[in-house]
């Protein structure tokens, strides 16, 4: 009985912890662990002092708690009010100039190799992501960090063959719409 009442409790402090940040002026900019200096989209706070900001790395919203040095840390956890937020940013801009430019004159090869560029930088968002919020063998974080560091242009063949068949599919959705 008394655990069934102490997990209510804690319960009802959680969802009460969880109520109570807000959205306020945005800062100008925070520094994380790493001492990366970044510019937040959004900055939340609580009535215990607690901050959160919202950035963005490689075109996805990342959100950051502050930590007990001053710097912020990276969450996978979006708490309900993150989340509200998060519903009205707009979608993170990416260059799609650079994709469509000149698309009209282009190959479907062309296209291709466009749409594996872009691939390729998904990929890269997806698996730092994965990096900061997984625990992954040291020999998969190591090779994956040498391809963040490698421009799609520089890869080897059989990598740049991994994004064009994810190109071909997109392509494919898109001339199923035509």
Do not use: N
């Not at 959160?52 to 710097?71: K, N, P, T």
């Not at 708490?79 to 698309?103: C, N, S, W």
């Not at 242009?153 to 997109?170: G, Q």
């Amino acid at each position: 009985m008394f655990d069934l009442l102490e997990k209510f409790e804690r319960s009802t402090l959680a969802d009460k912890i969880l109520e109570t940040y807000k959205r306020v002026e945005t800062d100008e900019s925070f520094t994380t662990g790493g001492g990366s200096i970044s510019t937040p989209v959004a900055t939340l706070t609580d009535e215990w002092g607690g901050r959160a900001q919202i950035g963005v790395d490689d075109h996805c919203y990342v959100l950051y708690l502050l930590q007990e040095d001053g710097s912020y840390k990276h969450t996978a956890w979006i708490f309900p009010e993150a989340h509200e937020v998060l519903k009205d940013l707009p979608v993170p801009k990416y260059p799609l100039a650079e994709i469509q430019e000149g698309l009209e004159d282009k190959s479907d090869e062309d296209l291709i190799e466009k749409l594996a560029a872009l691939e390729h930088e998904q990929w890269i968002c997806w698996a730092k992501d994965i990096l900061k919020t997984e625990d992954i063998s040291k020999e998969r974080a190591e090779r994956w960090k040498e391809l963040f560091a490698t421009p799609y242009d520089e890869l080897d063949e059989e990598m740049k063959e991994l994004d064009r068949e994810w190109a071909r599919k997109a392509l494919a959705i898109v001339e199923e719409k035509e």
